[in-house]
């Protein structure tokens, strides 16, 4: 049975990785990345890993055959979440890309088109898997997508 993982806590899932081992292809462990800096992401999600060590963990998990992923959403301040895609090249299989709604209208404030043809331009530039999430796609109606680069969702209605 094929099992996903997503998780904040960077490093501790490691103790696990023998246990990730023994489902070969049928495992993806992935991590949350919202922002490039531990001053936000603590500020935002405290308790959490930083960012460099959920890169970091990311890393070690691919390096050990574990199909790996990365949630950015919510994607909160653009620049940070484009830079995070970029660090993360070498070590994550599949991007999935959404968007921050209805938060103190933070999200009004945001091109959502820009980033998302950033976002497309990046991953397709690097042939990486990504899936973009509804809420997304409808705030940027003219970036063009593949059917692989559309999540499945209960939204769908083609």
């Not at 993806?28 to 935002?44: I, R």
């Not at 405290?46 to 919510?74: K, M, V, W, Y």
Request: aromatic content about 10%.
């Amino acid at each position: 049975m094929p099992v996903a993982i997503l998780t904040k806590g960077g490093k501790r899932c490691l103790k696990d990785l023998d246990l990730f081992k023994k489902f070969g292809k049928h495992i993806q462990v992935g991590a949350t990345l919202t922002f490039d800096n531990p001053e936000d992401s603590s500020s935002w999600e405290p308790g959490a890993a930083s960012p460099e060590e959920r890169l970091e963990t990311l890393r070690i998990l691919h390096d050990n055959g574990i199909r790996t992923f990365a949630s950015f959403e919510p994607v909160i301040i653009p620049e940070q979440s484009l830079h995070l895609m970029e660090q993360g090249l070498d070590c994550i299989d599949v991007y999935k890309v959404g968007k921050l709604n209805n938060y103190m209208g933070l999200d009004k404030k945001i091109d959502w088109t820009d980033f998302l043809e950033k976002t497309v331009a990046l991953l397709r530039a690097n042939k990486k898997a990504f899936y973009v999430k509804y809420d997304l796609r409808q705030a940027a109606p003219s970036v063009k997508l593949y059917g692989n680069e559309i999540l499945a969702d209960e939204h769908n209605t083609f």
